[in-house]
Each structure stands twice: as C-alpha cells, then as structure tokens.
C-alpha cells in the first residue's frame, strides 16, 4: 500500500482480501481504496469433503441429516475467517442447518483431522483434496463454483440444490493506489496475454482453475461485489478475528 505507485510493487490480491475488509475493524489501509485493480488471474472451486463412512452420501442428504436434531455436525476450517470457513459459513446461512465450527491452525492439519475422521466436513480447495477423493480417503458431495469442475467433473455444484450458492478462492494482481492508468493498462495487457498461453492455463486445469481475463475496471467491479458479500457473511455468523 506504501510502496512506490510505478508498478514495480504488486499485490496478489485474493479472496482472503476482501474476507478481512470486514472481518478485521482496524486494518490501517481499506482494501477497497487503497489497492489499485490490475488484472484478475484465476478462480478455483472448493470442494464439499466429508469422510467415507459419513451417512449423508448428498447434498440433500446432508441438510436434511444436519436438520434431524438428532446429530452435531462439525465443521473444519483452516482457522476462523480463511476461505473454507466462509464457505460453509454462506452454506449455514442458505440453508439453516447448524455445524459446529472446527478451526485448525492451517489447511493442513484440518485436512488430516478430515482424514483422521475427528471431524465431519470441510469446504477445502479441490488441490489438497483431489487426489483423496480419487482414492476413495474422502467423498465429494460437491464443488462450491456455480458449474462443474475440471478437476472434478462426476462432482456436482452445490448450486444445484442451493440455488445461489457460490463460494470461489480466487486471485489477481493489484498495485498501490495512484499508480498511472497507462502502467495499470500496461501490465493488464501482459497478464491477459500470459493467461491464454497453454502452459499457464493447463497448469491451472489440473486444479479446477478457471482463468478470469478482463480488464482493470472489470477486475474492480468483481472485487466490490465479493467484498460486499462475504462482508454479509461475516456480519451473519458474527465472526470475530482470532
């Protein structure tokens, strides 16, 4: 943010960015403001693990499960406030169930309570899980993106039984406010054209990864909208920085 505006000092802006423009009430800068959109790079989905024995073998399934009164579902997460939190967070409050926030100290461990069978789900990213899933260690209810998944395409969106359910990790390049229009346009020309190269786009294939081309305005108008509403998201479940 107090970098020289030259465009020699980027950001990798992300999802966790404008999670935090309201999860956290004294940052020193306001993300919104302060940054300067580039160029969007990348979506990736989430995907809906739970362990194998888990009895819900659906969406449907799993609501209608979390809704009996009968059980507690717990949830893990990378730790309060990171994406996968977020993400089941907007599922509890699309759909009314209750789970039982879990939070690890990183993706990592969460993962290998999952494994370990101590929790019941997880909205993880489809890289650390997708192998798992192909080994039969986690089941897929489903993909957070509003379509299906490259990487998982047998795996349905949740979209398709919560209508409006969206819930993506994504990334691109931001700089400090006041950097000139002509550098800002400079580098979104570059970063659009590295992201029509197959080696950029086939390694993001291997992950679910959607590249996002546009231009700086539009980059800046999707940021808004995201921060806008996981801004809600935070507000709803009344979460607090750890």
Known sequence: MRAPADGYTLLVAGLNDAINATLYDKLNFIFLRDIAPV??????????VV??????????EFIAYAKSNTVKINMASAGSGTPNHMAGELFKMMTGVNMVHVPYRGAGPALIGMLGRQVDVMFATTAATVEYIKAGK??????????????LPEVVPVADFVPGYEASFWAGIGAPRGTPAAIIDTLNREINAALVDVKVTSRFDEFGGLVLPGSPAEFGTFIAKDTDKWGKVVKFAGLKPE
């Open 39 to 48: 160029a969007s790079i990348v979506t990736f989905p989430l995907v809906m």
């Open 51 to 60: 362990p194998p024995p888990f009895p819900p073998k659906t969406v449907p």
């Open 138 to 151: 986690l089941r897929a209810l489903a993909v957070t993106t509003a379509t299906r998944s490259a990487a």
